[in-house]
């Protein structure tokens, strides 16, 4: 039958245009003059132009508006995590001054009560002591990076799948496989 349908008379198809949808359909048989001016006097009348033109500013209209909406969750969720970076960027800043003044003061005090100690001791404590501050505001900083980068990549991964669903949902995949291949070779 696959072979059949090969050698088939490309005049039987037509190009149908559905909206944007472009694709091939078999021709509709044609009817004698008597049997279709019968026919056409008992069909309805052609639709208002204007009233389609009213149907699809309608329908643009809620497909822009769901899209809109779209658009805005999505903004919404960016700013969230936006706003959330800003936060712990400027929670790292105020505890790195807060740990320095910590580290300074105990560097100060030990100082002051053992005498023994030089002067290129205590320079040298103090730098270890910014040191260590910048490396817990760096880790800090680190960590809140990468919770955020586990926020975002679960962000694309549900929009991967609603993606993916979308797709599943489609009503060509109600039927099995194997009904789906076989509606598909019977071209007659």
């Known amino acids: 039958m696959a072979a059949a349908a090969g050698y088939e008379n490309p005049d039987e198809w037509e190009l149908v245009n559905d909206d944007g949808f472009v694709h091939k359909r078999r021709k509709r048989p044609r009817t004698d003059t008597a049997a279709a001016a019968a026919t056409s006097s008992a069909a309805p009348p052609p639709p208002d132009p204007a009233v389609e033109r009213k149907h699809l500013r309608e329908r643009r209209k809620r497909t822009l508006l769901k899209l809109r909406d779209k658009y805005l969750t999505e903004i919404s969720r960016w700013e969230l995590l936006s706003n959330t970076l800003k ?15 910590l580290h300074s003061t105990a560097s100060f005090g030990g100082a002051s009560t053992s005498e023994e100690h030089s002067a290129s001791d205590s320079t040298r404590r103090s730098l270890v002591d910014d ?11 680190i ?28 009503p060509i995949w109600e039927p099995s496989p194997h009904e789906l291949m076989a509606v598909l070779g019977e071209q007659k």
């Open 143 to 170: 960590e809140n990076v990468s919770n955020l980068c586990d926020i975002a990549e679960r962000l694309c991964i549900s929009q991967d799948e609603r993606l993916k669903q979308q797709l599943t949902d489609l």
């Open 87 to 101: 936060d712990m960027e400027q929670n790292a800043q105020t505890h790195s001054p807060e740990r320095q003044q």
């Open 131 to 141: 040191l260590l501050s910048q490396v817990e505001a760096q880790e800090a900083i």
